[in-house]
């Protein structure tokens, strides 16, 4: 079983920057692709971003691309998701997951094995 404990999201104004954290408890860490999702109020949870268990490589929603960065930490076991140029429209609970599937990428919510509980990000106009 792995614990994912995200941390960093507050209220932040439109065009702004904040950087997510999302710490694993698992020395196992490198071998799982790991991916942030979000999920605004009365909406479905989303792709975000993800980044690849061997060679970093990321991906993606078009929505987010050039304005956030995914990363990660293998000697720390955490994955960061840096946001910048945020809108209000970025407005979420943002939640780490944690993936075995070698399939890339990894969109889909079934593709994940473990879930953190959320950090909310509010970004006001």
């Known amino acids: 079983q792995v614990q994912l404990v995200e941390s960093g999201g507050r209220l932040v104004q439109a065009g702004g920057s904040l950087r997510l954290s999302c710490a694993a408890s698992t020395d196992a860490f490198g071998t799982y692709t790991m991916g942030w999702f979000r999920q605004a109020p009365g909406k479905d949870r989303e792709f975000v971003a993800a980044i690849f268990r061997w060679t970093g490589n990321t991906n993606y929603a078009d929505s987010v691309k050039g304005r956030f960065t995914i990363s990660r930490d293998n000697a720390q076991n955490t994955v960061y998701l840096q946001m910048n140029s945020l809108q209000p429209e970025d407005t979420a609970v943002y939640y780490c997951?944690?993936?075995?599937?070698?399939?890339?990428?990894?969109?889909?919510?079934?593709?994940?094995?473990?879930w953190g509980q959320g950090t909310q990000v509010t970004v006001s106009s």
């Open positions: 997951a944690a993936s075995y599937s070698s399939s890339w990428p990894p969109k889909m919510r079934h593709e994940y094995a473990y």
